[in-house]
């Protein structure tokens, strides 16, 4: 089978993701409450249209799916999708602030070592397996993290409660294989919507009234929130999910670059070292898979 296009499809992906935080910086003069409420209602909205529209069989797939579980079965799966849908509440508003009020380059931080952290929890929740080389990357994460946090204690706070969240995210939902992406996501979106209704108040300070916030937010939900998803379920369906995971380093690259190329963000010689020991972790901890990755490609080239 020929993969080009669903590498091209994966690249995309993480290359739209890469460019997130030019409109998020655009909305900056609302709060990250705001933001979010909106970003999830209009992603419902956009939900609701590709999968009622377009999708409506693998929604009734995944439905039957659902019933032939049994009642604990089906209680198990239902609190993790509503439990992820929760940590995704926390772990977009916390970005949304990150990137607005604190820096872009914190927030490419955390994704950076969202993997790594992933990992490890999944080596003490799910009892898989690390290599003496991915100990090895882990430890430099550490020493990264404590170099980071010498120079800013909260800057570092911040980046952890990001990956932290998406982290726990990412293994909850390793339990739910099977069923279609896009369902489990409008499920979430919903009951996210559900729980930020209630907490409106809090969250919200005034409705916008501008067309602005609202066209950029549709931008928001749909370029970089539904599109997104899409490609990378194009992608996994010719490529395997450690590529993929590979190539998900485009998109805090991408942040990385942007911080100081188009918002002027600063890194001190204390951080430099910081960012470049994360750079030879993520090296050491992906080098296997690296390695499966070229021969991979080469056999393709080859044939």
């Not at 100990?135 to 990264?144: F, M, T």
């Not at 996501?185 to 559900?194: I, T």
């Amino acid at each position: 089978m020929d993969t080009r296009k669903h590498y091209a499809a994966a690249v995309s992906a993480f290359l739209v993701w890469g460019f997130f935080s030019i409109p998020l910086r655009a909305l900056k003069a609302y709060t990250a409450g705001e933001i979010l409420y909106f970003r999830i209602a209009s992603s419902v909205i956009i939900l609701l249209i590709i999968l009622f529209g377009f999708r409506r069989h693998k929604l009734m797939q995944d439905v039957a799916r659902l019933k032939s579980f049994t009642a604990t079965q089906r209680n198990q799966i239902i609190g993790l999708v509503l439990g992820g849908g929760a940590l995704l509440i926390v772990n977009w508003l916390i970005f949304i602030y990150v990137i607005n009020a604190i820096n872009i380059k914190t927030a490419s931080f955390s994704y950076f070592i969202c993997p790594v952290l992933t990992a490890v929890l999944g080596h003490f929740i799910l009892q898989e397996k690390l290599t003496p080389l991915q100990w090895l990357a882990v430890a430099l994460c550490i020493i990264s993290c404590f170099l980071l946090g010498l120079n800013s204690v909260a800057e570092l706070g911040y980046s952890f409660a990001v990956a932290l969240s998406y982290a726990l995210y990412l293994i909850s939902q390793r339990r739910n294989n099977g069923f279609d992406r896009l369902s489990i996501l409008f499920v979430q979106m919903v009951f996210a919507l559900f729980i930020l209704s209630i907490a409106f108040p809090f969250l919200v300070n005034e409705v916008p009234q501008t067309v602005h916030f609202y066209g950029l937010i549709m931008v928001v939900a749909g370029v970089f929130t539904v599109l997104p998803l899409f490609l990378n379920l194009y992608a996994l369906n010719g490529i395997n999910s450690t590529t993929v995971g590979i190539l998900l380093y485009i998109n805090p690259l991408m942040n990385f670059v942007i911080a100081f190329l188009v918002f002027d963000e600063t890194i001190t010689s204390l951080q430099a070292i910081g960012y470049l020991i994360i750079l030879v972790a993520l090296v050491l901890f992906n080098y296997p898979n690296l390695q499966k990755m070229r021969v991979h490609l080469t056999n393709k080239v080859s044939a």
